[in-house]
Every structure is written in C-alpha cells, then in structure tokens.
C-alpha cells in the first residue's frame, strides 16, 4: 500500500475558482504535513506546512488536517492562471528523523 | 541569495563513468537530503546528514556515496552509473529533520 496517496488529476478549474487537492497518509504516528508545488522543469517550493489539526491560511492557500482521517487537503481560492502546476503532499514518518515521504502529486490545471 | 545552489545543472554522460554532483547551502541549516526524481515525477529520499552524521540511509545501491565536509555542503557521487541512473537529483536543506525542507534547483543526470 502507498504510504502517501494523491489523485494524479488533471485537477482543471476556471480561474476565480476553488482549487481543492486531497492527499491520505498510511501512518498514523506522522506529526509532520507540507505541501509543495512543482513547476515543470523546476524543483519543489514549499507551499505550506501544518503540524495540528483544523485549518491553515496563508493568503489563498488553507491547509487542512485531519489525522484522525489520516488526510490532509489543499484549498486554492480565486485560482490563478499562474497555479497551474504539480502540487506535492509530503508526510514525515513517525519514529525517527524526518524522513519525508511524498505523494506522486496532483497536477492542476487553471484555465482562462 | 540565500539559497539552497547544485553543480552542475546538466549532466550527460556514458555508463560506467564516476561522477560527482556538489550541493551548498547558505540558510544556516544543519540537515542536508538528496532525493532522486524518476521519469514518472516520484520524489524519493535517497539520504540525509544532520550536522555531517549520515541519519537516513535508503536502500539505494552501494555505487551512490555521500560526503558531507561541512554542514553547508553535500556531495553526491556515484560510481559506474547506469541507465537507471537517469533522473532529476534534488539536494534538500532543513533547520532541523524535524521542519520544512527547502530544496536546490535539482541535476538532471542523463546516462547514454
């Protein structure tokens, strides 16, 4: 079984739109949660991390965890054009360093 | 620039060679990673040093070999290479393996 699991999509929205990405997780010790986006051609940028459970803002983006769910979700609101990329779910594993293990990404698509 | 930087960027070469890829960073972090992206865009941990102690080792084949002289830079190199070998190589840095990960711009390794 994956450890951590992502629709690949395309997920496509109009812009002005809601963007919702989902990701579940196998390990119910995992404390840490991060999303990444991926241009093509271009490394990971952190997106957001969230610790605890409830929501996360920041600016357009809400990060929500829920670990009794083991699963943690991705709100883009008023989508741009320019959110069109590759979105990464990385949970740590529990019990140890931390080791990240990523999903294989949901790639958005923002049309005009 | 503050920054996690790789060299090279482009690497293109033949099996069997020995090659070496450099990563610096200059946020002040004490943990250094190496993924690997394959052709389908699965990120994977290959290693991780926090303050030059190796403390994830995946099982990656033995050819691979990281070297970290300082806590700002990790090197990667890897013998006798392989078709297999082709990918996108990420080096990561963190505060601590606890945190956020930033990742470099990545090499893309071709093997002919």
């Known amino acids: 079984q994956k450890e951590v699991e992502q629709n690949s999509g395309p997920l496509s929205v109009p812009e002005g739109a809601i963007a919702s990405l989902n990701c579940t997780y196998s390990?119910?010790?995992?404390?840490?949660f991060f999303w990444y986006r991926q241009y093509s051609g271009k490394s990971p940028e952190l997106i957001m991390s969230i610790y605890s459970n409830g929501d996360k803002e920041d600016g357009r983006f809400t990060a929500q965890l829920n670990k009794a769910s083991q699963y943690v979700s991705l709100l883009i609101r008023d989508s741009q054009p320019s959110d069109s990329a590759t979105y990464l779910c990385a949970v740590s594993l529990s019990g140890g360093y931390n080791k990240l293990i990523f999903g294989a990404g949901t790639r958005l698509a923002v049309h005009p | 620039d503050t920054a996690v930087s790789q060299t090279p960027k482009y690497l293109v070469t033949q099996m069997g060679n020995d090659k070496s890829i450099k990563c610096e960073q200059n946020?002040?972090?004490?943990?250094m990673y190496w993924y690997k992206q394959d052709s389908k865009k699965f990120l994977k941990i290959m290693f991780s040093y926090n303050n030059k102690e190796l403390i994830i080792n995946e099982t990656v084949p033995n050819r691979f070999s990281p070297k970290s002289p300082d806590k700002a830079h990790l090197n990667l190199h890897i013998n006798s290479l392989e078709l297999g070998d082709s990918a996108v190589y990420f080096c990561?840095?963190?505060?601590?393996?606890?945190?956020?990960?930033?990742f470099g711009p990545g090499t893309r390794l071709t093997v002919t």
């Open positions: 390990d119910r010790g995992s404390q840490s």
């Open positions: 990561a840095s963190s505060q601590d393996p606890t945190v956020e990960q930033y």
């Open positions: 946020l002040g972090h004490d943990t």
